[in-house]
């Protein structure tokens, strides 16, 4: 208790009077409450049954042998097989409308969730083929790459005062688009060529709605 610690009286008024340690402040997220039955359910091998919403307001029942709840960028979600189709499939948990958990049971899948994502840029997995991006940062935004990689296969090729150019192997994905838009200028895409073309036509689309207005 800090009362009985030997911080100095200064200090202690200081820790009464000022907030001292802060977190981001995270919004609620529709569908937390379901965790616990979905870990129940991976935990005793337990089919469930998902009502799941889709963004177009029509939803559709689903029913998985679920294996694995994921978070990702403040999000959770529940992989599992869809019996029906026989295919791994994601669902977001603040789209799922209901739960139930059956009593079928389903043996055990052998999943390498780190092997799984390797190649990922976020919760999308697409099944196209990994392929080699390098990308030119800023020098200054490097010093943030060197701390925070950008993804965790990124390698550095080159570091000097003009440029801090890095590779990475990912399946490109909506979520690799976004954060290769967030640099804004202080990205550019080196290779490979269809990459490039990708991002280019998206800046022009914006140039274009910018200069229409």
């Not at 669902?91 to 999943?111: C, G, H, M």
């Not at 976020?122 to 083929?129: A, K, P, Q, R």
């Not at 080699?132 to 701390?147: A, D, H, R, W």
């Amino acid at each position: 208790m800090i009362e009985n610690s030997n911080i100095s009286p200064k200090t202690k008024e200081l820790f009464e009077k000022e907030t001292l340690l802060e977190t981001e402040n995270h919004h609620h997220i529709n569908g937390i409450e379901l965790i616990a039955d979905i870990l129940d359910s991976i935990t005793k091998k337990k089919v469930i049954e998902i009502e799941y919403q889709k963004f177009d307001g029509n939803s559709k029942v689903h029913k998985i042998k679920p294996i694995l709840l994921k978070e990702d960028k403040q999000m959770w979600y529940i992989l599992g097989i869809n019996i029906k189709y026989n295919r791994l499939i994601t669902f977001a948990l603040d789209r799922i409308i209901d739960i139930t958990v059956t009593k079928e049971e389903f043996d055990t899948i052998e999943f390498d969730s780190l092997e799984y994502f390797k190649y990922s840029f976020g919760i999308t997995v697409s099944d196209d083929e990994p392929i080699e991006v390098v990308i030119n940062f800023n020098p200054k935004q490097g010093n943030y790459l060197k701390t925070l990689p950008i993804h965790n296969t990124q390698e550095i090729i080159e570091d000097n005062n003009e440029k801090f150019i890095i590779k990475v192997k990912v399946k490109p994905s909506y979520e690799f688009y976004s954060k290769i838009f967030s640099y804004g200028s202080d990205a550019t895409i080196i290779s490979p060529k269809p990459i490039i073309d990708r991002v280019l036509k998206t800046f022009e689309k914006a140039v274009n709605k910018y200069n229409s207005n």
